[in-house]
Nanobody, 124 residues
Framework: QVQLVESGGGLVQAGGSLRLSCVCS????????MGWFRQAPGKEREFVAA????????SYADSVKGRFTISRDYSKNTVYLQMNSLKPEDTAVYYC?????????????????WGQGTQVTVSS
């Protein structure tokens, strides 16, 4: 099992930036991809970004492409989500997740471990 702990959420004005962190512990060597998802009030959880652990290849949802960047610090077992040019529609609880298989998975069912989530609120 791997444990995931997110941090870095908060309240920011539209146009601002936030960086989310996800610290991974446990059997991290057994996971090959990390992802970020988000869930806004009244909506289903949706894919945001994914990173392939070995090569750092990345994938993004169209809604965040060009504004968000997923990255990792291998030495710290930490995955980041840098969010720039934030919009009110980015308001959601953001979740970090780990996948055992797949190159750049995008479906919830591909991810086996999840963090508790961190709230991001963007005011207009």
């Amino acid at each position: 099992q791997v444990q995931l702990v997110e941090s870095g959420g908060g309240l920011v004005q539209a146009g601002g930036s936030l960086r989310l962190s996800c610290v991974c512990s446990g059997r991290t060597f057994s996971w090959n991809a990390m992802g970020w998802f988000r869930q806004a009030p009244g909506k289903e959880r949706e894919f945001v970004a994914a990173l392939y652990w070995i090569t750092s290849a990345t994938s993004y949802a169209d809604s965040v492409k060009g504004r968000f960047t997923i990255s990792r610090d291998y030495s710290k077992n930490t995955v980041y989500l840098q969010m720039n040019s934030l919009k009110p529609e980015d308001t959601a609880v953001y979740y970090c997740a780990a996948a055992k298989e797949g190159f750049l998975p995008r479906r919830e069912r591909d991810f086996g471990s999840w963090g508790q989530g961190t709230q991001v609120t963007v005011s207009s």
